[in-house]
């Protein structure tokens, strides 16, 4: 069965400074997709980057990026240059080709002014 | 486009009373999913549908949660009996089939059963 593991329940980062969230998931497939999802406390959730598994590069959306390692089945976000409104829920996600996405428990990232 | 429209907000309810969830995917998409997130557990799926017909309810939880889908453009999630475990914030989400951008998620719906 596919899961997804977020081993960081919560992190702190000073503003202006770069974190880096980890993600780790098992799976037998060789296509899919992964993402990472924003909830702050207003609870919307907010597709924040994706990485499609048949490309090496890695994804980046402007301050956002990732560190995809498929070998390693690790897919770790990186936000540069963070902002107060970066403060949120963090979730690692997985879909795969029967449509459905799984998520980690999350990532509570708190920015420290 | 509005996005995805969940209702209510907010629904407060007590033990033994139903509760219905409502929600409304965005127009042209044909997957929708149903989602509950609670602290213990995180997000789980309870349900998904393709064009109207559910695929997999192997995450509703027992009998008493059922989900319909009449048409493209309207879904509910039903709770009868509710109980105080029931408690959680329940999403909706709708996509293209296999759309490689990831779900649009609705604002979600906190019930609380008291």
């Known amino acids: 069965a596919q899961t997804v593991t977020q081993s960081q329940p919560e992190m702190s980062v000073q503003e202006a400074e770069t974190v880096t969230l980890s993600c780790t998931y098992d799976?037998?497939?060789?296509?899919?997709?992964l993402f990472w999802y924003k909830q702050p406390p207003s609870r919307q959730m907010i597709l924040v980057i994706r990485?499609?598994?048949?490309?090496?590069q890695n994804a980046t959306e402007n301050r956002f990026s990732v560190n995809f390692q498929k070998a390693a089945k690790s897919f770790s976000l990186k936000i540069s240059d963070s902002q107060l409104g970066d403060a949120a829920m963090y979730f690692c996600?997985?879909?795969?080709?029967?449509?459905?996405?799984?998520f980690g428990k999350g990532t509570r990232l708190h920015i420290l002014p | 486009d509005a996005g995805v429209i969940q209702s209510p907000r907010h629904e407060v309810t007590e033990m033994g009373q139903e509760v219905t969830l409502r929600c409304k995917p965005i127009?042209?998409?044909?997957?929708l999913f149903w989602y509950r997130q609670t602290m213990m557990r995180g997000l789980e799926l309870l349900i998904y549908?393709?064009?109207?017909?559910?695929?997999?309810d192997s995450g509703m939880p027992e009998d008493r949660f059922s989900a319909k889908m009449p048409n493209a453009s309207f879904s509910t999630l039903k709770i009868q009996p509710s109980e105080p475990r029931d408690s959680a914030v329940y999403f909706c989400a709708s996509s293209f089939y296999r759309e490689v951008g990831g779900y649009t998620f609705g604002s979600g719906t906190r019930l609380t059963v008291v």
């Open positions: 990485q499609e598994a048949y490309k090496q």
């Open positions: 799976t037998s497939e060789s296509d899919y997709y």
């Open positions: 996600a997985y879909r795969w080709e029967d449509d459905k996405i799984i």
């Open positions: 549908f393709n064009n109207n017909v559910p695929i997999d």
């Open positions: 127009s042209g998409h044909n997957s």
